[in-house]
């Protein structure tokens, strides 16, 4: 199981998608857990969501996400795991606070919040990784080599 849910081909361009999700993500992240970037901190951001009538489970959960989700992306390890959980927070973003507002950012500041573009940019790129991996230079690829090379199974090299 641990070896279908790393392994990934060859390819930069999954590479590029995966690294710059998670850069675009970190600092999301790191306000929630760390409070960096002008951020609340894990408490208050906690207390917020909870706040919110989000059960505490579902609001740790958010947070880990976006935070330890970001690094496994930059890094390449459980990346699959990784894309899922930040996909997961987009959908419920949409859901619950930018379908009202509906699909265009708001560049101008002419409308009362943000759209739902971006999350669908998000979603979109990681179904891209959560069906194909972390491409290379990723822990992932190498935990794919390694366990293909104990097992024996031939490690593709094709790319992505």
């Not at 590479?15 to 675009?24: A, E, F, H």
């Not at 690094?71 to 899922?84: H, N, P, Q, S």
């Not at 509906?102 to 573009?117: K, V």
């Amino acid at each position: 199981m641990l070896e279908r849910l790393v392994s990934t081909r060859h390819g930069i361009t999954l590479t590029i998608l995966r690294v710059m999700l998670g850069i675009v993500f970190f600092p999301h992240g790191a306000q929630k857990m760390l409070g960096w970037f002008g951020g609340a901190g894990f408490s208050a951001t906690m207390n917020s969501f909870v706040g919110q009538h989000i059960p505490e489970v579902f609001a740790f959960l958010a947070i880990a996400a976006e935070f330890f989700g970001s690094i496994g992306l930059i890094v390449g390890l459980l990346t699959r795991v990784a894309a899922f959980g930040i996909a997961v927070n987009m959908v419920v973003a949409v859901a619950k606070v930018h379908w009202a507002n509906g699909f265009f950012m708001n560049w101008t500041g002419r409308q009362r919040g943000e759209g739902f573009e971006f999350h669908l940019l998000v979603l979109t790129i990681a179904t891209v990784i959560m069906m194909r991996g972390a491409g290379s230079f990723s822990l992932d690829r190498a935990m794919t080599r390694l366990l293909r090379a104990q097992t024996g199974k031939p490690v593709h090299q094709n790319a992505s």
